[in-house]
């Protein structure tokens, strides 16, 4: 797909009437929910606004179904974060359940780790989190993963890398 044609609002306006109908029934129909549907159509073109440039109209379905199935794959992401939040929630004594307001902001920083997490490589990520959950030493590491004490080394630098690149965004 090139990038040929500037960002204009005719140029978005044209995209959103003929394909708005379309990408609302596509995601209606892998959602079951008419409501999440709608939102996420309108998301799908909200990313396009941010863009600036659109791509050729050759394929404008395929393009809005890419951007609309990422979507999807956050949406259904965060569902399983939180349906997990949820679980953690339920054994919890009652006197250590957070406000209303602490759970959304556990919530969103297990969403951004989350996020990070899915950066790595599958070796690498679950590399980092043997060592970080579960406590094991590099040598173990290398034994569960089938591989050697150095190439975990390679994994945990990796997976530090991520980590910090992420902590720079959120500093002042």
Known sequence: MSIQEPMSQQSIAVL?????GWLLGWLSRKLNCPHLAT???????????????LPDYREPKAYLTTIARGLLIDHWRKQEVERAWLETLAFMPQSLVPSAEEHMLVLEALYQVDMLL?????KVREAFLLSQLDGLTYAQIAEKLGVGERMVKKYMAQAMLVCLSADS????
């Open 16 to 20: 959103y009437s003929n394909h708005y």
């Open 39 to 53: 939102d996420l159509t309108q998301d799908t073109f909200l990313r396009i606004v941010g863009r600036k440039s």
């Open 118 to 122: 899915n950066q790595l490589k599958p």
């Open 169 to 172: 965004e959120y500093l002042p």
